[in-house]
């Protein structure tokens, strides 16, 4: 069985300094899931609790460290599970990227697995199951956009009435280590907060409060560690798209536009063999 593993931009992403010795920040974020999408596939392995899992790029790891891989092994101890599992992964979602590729593919996996097996969970089931393994999982169990805190740990849906044109780019040999963002990130003193504003005009339908209110504080240091993203910024803002900002932790970036035509003479603004550039809309 067969399912699409939506990946997800920020729009907004509020980090909160490291108190009291903790190693995790607190974050407050706006995210939708948008449809630029893997592939996941997944049967059960009845004889054994082996979990193989394949994939199409190289540079995603098949075995123990893959996140899709911890959270079957806890699928399994959670419920009570003798049998093992066969993944295969077709990968769209560029790898670091800031698109949550990785946590969408395990999120995904997780439904599906408890689908085949007719297990009848709900969503404080599956946070259970994937605690501690991937901060940005849980927001794939909810068919709306969300508003997250904490770790990742709080989720809150929200209704999201603008559904703009989308465009995704991100430099194919460049990535982002998102520990290597933060790390920056703690270099510089920031008290940003989180503005509502945001959330009341998404539900509002209200396009250009929402452009007006959207920020990520880790766009600074995802620049700050790759100039490359900041020039594409520029450019596609000369272009003339509405708002454009850094993902996540990057390195992709994300501009949106009411004008289709724009994203048509984009998409050839830009050479395929070194950039990724995908159009795209909200899914959820």
């Keep these: 069985m067969k399912i699409k593993s939506y990946a997800k931009i920020n729009l907004s992403l509020i980090v909160e300094p490291l108190v009291n010795n903790s190693i995790l920040h607190n974050i407050k974020s706006i995210a939708s899931q948008i449809d ?11 004889d054994n609790k082996k979990i193989n899992i394949f994939c199409d790029n190289e540079e995603v790891p098949c075995d ?3 996140t899709v891989y911890k959270v079957l092994e806890s699928l399994q101890k959670y419920a009570d599970l003798e049998c093992g599992f066969k ?9 670091k990227a800031g698109l949550g590729g990785g946590s969408s593919n395990a999120a995904y996996c997780l439904l599906l697995a408890c ?6 969970y709900g969503i404080e089931d599956f946070k259970k199951i994937v605690l501690g393994l991937g901060s940005d999982i849980p927001l794939f169990f909810y068919q709306s956009s969300v508003y997250i805190e904490g770790t990742g740990n709080i989720i809150k ?32 003193t920031n008290n940003n907060k989180f503005n509502n504003k945001l959330i009341n005009s998404l539900e509002s339908g209200n396009y250009e ?11 600074y240091p995802a620049i700050k560690l790759c ?14 798209f509405d708002f454009v900002m850094v993902s996540g932790s990057g390195s992709s970036v994300f501009a949106f536009t009411k004008d289709k035509k724009l994203i048509n003479t984009t998409l050839t603004q830009f050479d395929n063999k070194i950039y990724f550039v995908k159009s795209c809309q909200k899914v959820y």
């Design 36 to 46: 630029l999408y893997d592939m996941v596939s997944l049967n059960i392995i009845k």
């Design 64 to 66: 123990n460290k893959n």
């Design 87 to 95: 993944v295969h992964i077709e990968k769209n979602i560029p790898i």
């Design 115 to 120: 689908k085949v097996l007719g297990l009848n």
């Design 157 to 188: 849906p929200i209704k999201n009435k603008i559904n703009p044109y989308i465009l995704i780019i991100k430099i194919k040999k460049n990535g982002l280590n998102t520990k290597d963002v933060y790390k920056e990130y703690d270099k510089k």
């Design 209 to 219: 409060e929402v452009i007006n209110n959207m920020y990520n504080d880790l766009e």
């Design 227 to 240: 100039p490359e993203i900041g020039k594409i910024k520029e450019k596609l803002l000369n272009l003339g």
